[in-house]
Every structure is written in structure tokens, then in C-alpha cells.
């Protein structure tokens, strides 16, 4: 295999390839087949024969793009600390919640890739 596996989407787990073995259908030859999974929480990605598109690599390492729908953007899980202190000022400052939630946002990070 030249391409490396990227972690697993869901969890982050080490991903490994499978490689198996089947009858086909019409001919009754015997197809190699491969399919990418997670060594951790066992989801997979496609099956395919090694050689056609789309190739279980490529497919396994593609990522959808982290673009949130209109009005929406991506927040962090856990507030970080320059949204935290935006939090204060703005409940210091006597600040309505949406004035607080808006510097929050202004001050959330920007994300990876996104």
C-alpha cells in the first residue's frame, strides 16, 4: 500500500486494511477484495477490488469539509479561555446575553480546515 491510512473520522482510532476473498457472481472467478476500517471502533469505509474506483484509500481518507449550514458556525466543545474572558467583560460591562453570546463568538478560534 503506498498511501498512508488516516485515523479513524468518528473516534481518532489507528485505521488497518482488510483483505478477503469471493466467488463472483456471473464468472464464479475469484475477486480479491479490500475494505478500510477502524482498528478501534470498527466502522468502515467501502468495499472495493484493488485496482478499480473508487479506490478504499482514497475514499477512507477523504473528509468532508467542516462547513456549518447558513447561520451557524463552529464553536469548541469547551469554551476556551479568550471566550471565557469575553463572557466576563460583557457580564461586566452589563451586557445583554446576545451581546455576551456575540463577543463569545467573535472571540471562539478559528478551526482547521474549516
Known amino acids: 500500500m503506498s ?36 482498528t478501534e471502533c470498527e466502522c468502515e469505509g467501502i468495499s472495493s477490488c484493488p485496482g478499480y474506483e473508487p479506490d478504499t484509500v482514497q475514499a477512507w481518507n477523504t473528509r ?28 461586566w460591562n452589563r451586557a445583554t446575553p446576545a451581546e455576551v453570546w456575540a463577543a463569545m463568538l467573535a472571540a471562539r478560534p478559528e478551526v482547521p480546515g474549516g
Open 3 to 38: 498511501a498512508e491510512l488516516k485515523p479513524c473520522p468518528f473516534c481518532g482510532g489507528d485505521a488497518g486494511i482488510r483483505n478477503w476473498q469471493d466467488e463472483e457472481l456471473w464468472s464464479h472467478a475469484i475477486v480479491e477484495w479490500q475494505k478500510v476500517h477502524c
Open 64 to 91: 468532508a469539509a467542516l462547513t456549518p449550514p447558513e447561520g451557524y458556525v463552529l464553536v469548541p466543545v469547551e469554551p476556551t479561555r479568550q471566550m471565557q474572558v469575553a463572557a466576563l467583560e460583557g457580564e
